[in-house]
């Protein structure tokens, strides 16, 4: 076991084995993210090894990270010099524990994403470090039938819904393709693309005049769907198959289809509705601890990180894409290529309005997640009414947030205590 794995248990021991480890290396990274053993690896020997000075990377779960970040705060003193973890974490935290980054002059290509790194300050808090995302696909077959003006890069939810009734019709079969198994991340879209898109919001507008729109639109775009989604899970399987000419899904779920056969597919951003181009970002930051040893050496890892060269390697090491607009070499899997642009031109849309990742839920997730699958359910499979079932869900979720008493996430406005379902 790692020093870095062992839970302090007193802040004044944390302190005293702190100065211990620092004589290791010069920067102790610690990180939440890349917690494979090969991953790990890689981040030390193809990420880290460039920066010119020893860096001691250790990864760990959430759980044992905060623990020993905490007790690292309490001591006033610490060896941790920089962090590394996803804007949940950070968002979690008093912003007076990192250090303002705003002097590096260091930002992301997203705007949406730089001002999440504030942490509702006006300072940078973190620096954007990676990401990853769920981007559409499709056989190009289908590109002919986009509906006229349309631009496949900067697509409405209006013209979705018309290019696969286009392609029905041309076809004669319903060739949209939805991960809604029982496996598949049918949750995710809704959490962080349907409703970010409509309703500006994930809890505070699930009941919303507006959220009724959105499931009318989905029904919509739902019969135009493959009927045998609900038993589609990984969608690059009804790519590959024929089954399915456009599709949603997680970027890992879609390799297979870009890797077997590159020339035939396209990978695109997720639609706009009214309120933007909703997205769920996996968005990993870099921040500094207050109680950083040697600020100097810390801030110059978190410059080196996001220069593009480390930035490539950090893609390879992680599949996790840049952060930055970077031109990616020729010897990437074709799946890396065909998503990382389509994540690049999202995340960097004028109109990116990200959906974060549910926070603060314990071991609640589960259930929070089920009220979309249970609405989805009800209003798309059931066929029943709207209005009726958005108001019984509304009940269940609004128990769940004050049960948990997790703050609003973006892009529900923030709150103080358990975020409201208004």
Known sequence: MTLFTKVIGAATGAALTCTAFAAQADVLFGSTQANP????????????????????????????WLTRLNAELQ????????????HGDFSAMNPDDLVDLTDLGLSSNSEKFNTLAKLGTDQMQYV???????????????LQYLPVGADIDALTYDQLIQWTANVQEATGEPKFGFPASPKGLKH?????YLY??????????????????????FRELWSHTNPGSTNFSF????????????????????AQAFNDRPDDFVAFPAPAGPTGRGFMPVLAGIAIPRTAPDMDAAKALVTYLLKPETQIATLRATNFFPVIDVALPDDLPPSVKAAGAAVAKMSASADANPGLLPAGLGDKGGDFSRVYVDTFERIILAGQDIRTVLDDQKVVLDGIMKETGARCWAPDAPSEGACPVE
């Open 37 to 64: 053993v090969e991953e790990q690896q890689e981040m030390r020997e193809q990420v880290l090894s460039g920066f010119g000075s020893p860096v001691d990377y250790q990864s760990n779960d959430g759980g044992a």
């Open 75 to 86: 001591a006033g003193s610490g060896s941790i010099g920089a962090l590394g973890a996803l």
């Open 128 to 142: 954007p470090w990676m990401q990853a995302s769920y981007i559409m696909a499709a056989n190009k077959q289908a």
């Open 188 to 192: 995710r879209f809704f959490q962080g």
């Open 196 to 217: 970010p898109s409509y309703t500006n919001g994930v809890v505070r507008t699930f009941a919303s005049d507006e959220a009724v729109v959105a499931w009318e639109k």
């Open 235 to 254: 969608m690059q399987e009804q790519l590959l198959s024929g089954d399915a000419w456009i599709v949603f899904d997680h970027t890992s779920r879609l």
